[in-house]
């Protein structure tokens, strides 16, 4: 019986520690009704950008260009992630592109829902790896990319959320990666298991109860025998 208790144990612990179907999947981006990154402090460069939505959530951002640099510029007009300025060119606004883009918001908070235009440059092809708040990598990869606009739309769902984001092109890179929009997780308490869940927790509270409650009453009908000297 003891044995049996234990596996049940076991299982219960399996069941809560994983949710049901918790993933991150690809959806339609006109799906998407979170909060637009901006960028107000108007044009940053750096190896790290910063934009905040309009709930005050600050986004952090870094990313390399095509020919290995880790410069970016955060573009305020545009509200978009781009490379930095090309000197090696006439036109004083040309800009690098972009060959990666990263990121999440300051201080580790996730979010539910992702949306975003990967717009202009060369690259036909485009991977995104997007890390759960659980650690896992979600891969979504060789999207096919066309000139112009490109919107992409990624959701949690089950109790999922997503704490980063890394997107790649390949080739020539991209012009930039702009309209942003996201919905940080409210903070809030821990999660409801499910039917399932909850099921399985009562079965498993039942047999110990059981178990103990036939310890006791095999203890309790042994006869004993007292020896007096």
């Known amino acids: ?20 179907s918790a993933t991150i999947v690809l959806v339609d981006a006109s ?41 970016i510029r955060a573009n305020g007009g545009q509200a978009s992630v781009e490379g930095a300025l090309n000197g090696a060119t006439n036109n004083p606004n040309d800009t690098l592109a972009l060959s990666s883009l ?13 949306e975003f235009n990967v717009f202009g440059g060369g690259a036909t092809s485009a991977s995104f790896f ?16 066309g000139g112009g606009s490109n919107f992409f739309g990624f ?13 790649t092109f390949n080739g020539t890179g991209i012009g930039d990666v702009r309209q942003i929009r996201l919905d940080e997780v409210s903070a809030g308490p821990g999660a409801v298991p499910e039917p399932a869940t909850w099921a399985m927790m009562l079965f498993g509270f039942g047999a110990v109860g059981f178990g103990m409650r036939r310890r006791r009453s095999k203890e309790g009908g042994q006869t004993r025998v007292r020896y007096a000297f």
């Open 1 to 20: 019986m003891r044995t049996a208790i234990y596996a049940i144990t076991a299982v219960i612990g399996a069941a809560v520690a994983v949710p049901a």
């Open 31 to 71: 799906d998407i009704q979170g909060d637009n990154v901006l960028f107000n402090a108007g044009v940053q460069t750096g190896t790290e950008v910063f934009g905040a939505t309009q709930a005050g959530t600050v986004v952090e951002f870094t990313g390399s260009t095509v020919g290995g640099g880790t410069t």
């Open 155 to 167: 959701q949690g769902i089950d109790g999922q959320s997503i704490a980063s984001a890394s997107l």
């Open 102 to 114: 990263n990121f999440g918001l300051i201080g580790g908070n996730t979010f539910n829902n992702l």
């Open 130 to 145: 997007l890390t759960d708040n659980m650690g896992e990598v979600f891969k979504f990869e060789n999207l096919a990319l």
